[in-house]
């Protein structure tokens, strides 16, 4: 189960002041049966940049 504490969308850029992220992720917390994948994770997209996030998509997983 994968948990989010705070999700935010930044402003359209013409509002958003200059270094403010387009997405924030904030507390992101993973588990796999026992196993502790994520624990409070954090993470900020900017704009301009190309970000990937790889990992196991869990295609056994009910979407």
Not at 15 to 29: I, M, N
Not at 31 to 40: E, S
């Amino acid at each position: 189960m994968t948990t989010i504490a705070e999700r935010s969308a930044a402003a359209p850029d013409a509002a958003r002041p200059a270094g403010t992220p387009l997405l924030r992720v904030r507390g992101v917390t993973t588990k796999f049966g026992p196993v502790q994948a994520l624990a409070g994770v954090d993470l900020d997209i900017s704009a301009g940049r190309l970000t990937a996030l790889v990992g196991d998509t869990a295609p056994a997983s009910p979407c």
